[in-house]
T-cell receptor, first 114, second 113 residues
């Protein structure tokens, strides 16, 4: 069935360093790839997304890249700050979905050390 | 501003009890979802609904049912709660199949003893 694998499960970086989280998906028909951030005790919120007709998208310090051939996409955070510490989830649309359904990865806990 | 609310932040129930978790969204969204969140397992889809009275099973529907009688409200029902259903439950909604951003509620931490 449809599957999204996310790595690493935990990531610790020094403030100012870059962080990269990678996801692979199984369904070549997937066409929408969002990233959600969940701060401690709060609800997940969308931070950036990309569609399959685009290879890269940036928003200030965050960027997402998509490699359709290899079926993987990545979140890049540059100049990390302590407030970037959170759990990050990637997701993808499953095959034939016209219902808004998303398949989520297992999550990455990012810790930014001051 | 989209608002998704859940009826309780914390809930403690006994094994065998029937449990209702309610979710309400105020933005006329077509799609609504119920997830459970457990450490290391991410967000796992229990059930979702793409229209009033329409529902589909997600990845882990066993032990759960849902009800969507009105567009704004989506209920998750645990027919007979068990200890392995102790978890964080998150509701979400999205506008339509063409607008996929999901907006999440604050979550309900359910403990079954």
């Amino acid at each position: 069935g449809e599957n999204v694998e996310q790595h690493p499960s935990t990531l610790s970086v020094q403030e100012g360093d870059s962080a990269v989280i990678k996801c692979t998906y199984s369904d070549s028909a997937s066409n929408y790839f969002p990233w959600y951030k969940q701060e401690l005790g709060k609800r997940p919120q969308l931070i950036i997304d990309i569609r399959s007709n685009v290879g890269e998208k940036k928003d200030q310090r965050i960027a997402v890249t998509l490699n359709k051939t290899a079926k993987h996409f990545s979140l890049h955070i540059t100049e990390t700050q302590p407030e970037d510490s959170a759990v990050y989830f990637c997701a993808a649309t499953p095959l034939g979905s016209n219902t808004g359904k998303l398949i989520f990865g297992q999550g990455t806990t990012l810790q930014v050390k001051p | 501003d989209v608002k998704v609310t859940q009826s309780s932040r914390y809930l403690v129930k006994r094994t065998g009890e029937k449990v209702f978790l309610e979710c309400v969204q105020d933005m006329d969204h077509e799609n609504m979802f119920w997830y459970r969140q457990d450490p290391g397992l991410g967000l796992r889809l229990i059930y979702f609904s793409y229209d009033v009275k329409m529902k589909e099973k997600g990845d882990i529907p066993e032990g759960y049912s849902v009800s969507r009688e009105k567009k704004e409200r989506f209920s998750l029902i645990l027919e007979s709660a068990s200890t392995n259903q102790t978890s964080m439950y998150l509701c979400a909604s999205s506008l339509s199949a063409g607008s996929l951003e999901q907006y999440f509620g604050p979550g309900t931490r359910l403990t079954v003893t």
